[in-house]
T-cell receptor, first 112, second 117 residues
Framework: GNSVTQMEGPVTLSEEAFLTINCTYTATGYPSLFWYVQYPGEGLQLLLKATKADDKGSNKGFEATYRKETTSFHLEKGSVQVSDSAVYFCALLSSNTGKLIFGQGTTLQVKP | DTEVTQTPKHLVMGMTNKKSLKCEQHMGHRAMYWYKQKAKKPPELMFVYSYEKLSINESVPSRFSPECPNSSLLNLHLHALQPEDSALYLC????????????????FGPGTRLTVL
């Protein structure tokens, strides 16, 4: 079946630190991969996506590369800001069912 | 523009009330979704509409009744809810839905925070 596993949080970093949030997936077929961000009290916002192997998605300084050989889609940012504090969800769009499968979410807290 | 709007933002209702949640998008998307999200959990899919027809019902209790009046609007009618139904209800849309929509991106609204007393 399809599943997404994210590193457990919360992740606490100081401002300007390097961020990595690990995400691995299990899927049949060739899914598209996404990172969504949810700020406190808000809905989900699309952060970035990749639709095939070796694609790199990027947005607002965040990057993630679709690695088929390691079935991973790790989220990285070189220098985090307090405003990046949020919950980050890794997700795959199943090519078999068309359903979006989410990881459990990782809470990031950035301290000044 | 990738905006999905939802009203109301907050809703408090009793277990005997009838209320409705509304969702709207003007991106020309033909697929719309309802999700339920409990605190500190990922969203859970409830319903999918494709071309204004219900295509997926994830075994949701009948006290939740979806409706898609046209391709831009999606409603969720609520009746005789339980306190455990309190959650954030998210609407989303995408260009297409289903197994063939491999690359389709779902865009989410801000959600309706529902409290059932």
């Amino acid at each position: 079946g399809n599943s997404v596993t994210q590193m457990e949080g919360p992740v606490t970093l100081s401002e300007e630190a390097f961020l990595t949030i690990n995400c691995t997936y299990t899927a049949t077929g060739y899914p598209s991969l996404f990172w969504y961000v949810q700020y406190p009290g808000e809905g989900l916002q699309l952060l970035l996506k990749a639709t095939k192997a070796d694609d790199k998605g990027s947005n607002k300084g965040f990057e993630a590369t679709y690695r088929k050989e390691t079935t991973s889609f790790h989220l990285e940012k070189g220098s985090v800001q307090v405003s990046d504090s949020a919950v980050y969800f890794c997700a795959l769009l199943s090519s078999n069912t068309g359903k979006l499968i989410f990881g459990q979410g990782t809470t990031l807290q950035v301290k000044p | 523009d990738t905006e999905v709007t939802q009203t109301p933002k907050h809703l408090v209702m009793g277990m005997t009330n009838k209320k409705s949640l509304k969702c709207e998008q003007h991106m020309g998307h033909r697929a719309m979704y309802w999700y339920k999200q409990k605190a500190k959990k990922p969203p859970e899919l409830m319903f999918v509409y494709s071309y204004e027809k219900l295509s997926i019902n994830e075994s949701v209790p009948s006290r939740f009744s979806p409706e898609c009046p046209n391709s831009s609007l999606l409603n969720l009618h609520l009746h005789a809810l339980q306190p455990e139904d309190s959650a954030l209800y998210l609407c989303a849309s995408s260009q297409e839905a289903g197994a063939g929509a491999k690359t389709d991106t779902q865009y989410f609204g801000p959600g309706t925070r529902l409290t059932v007393l």
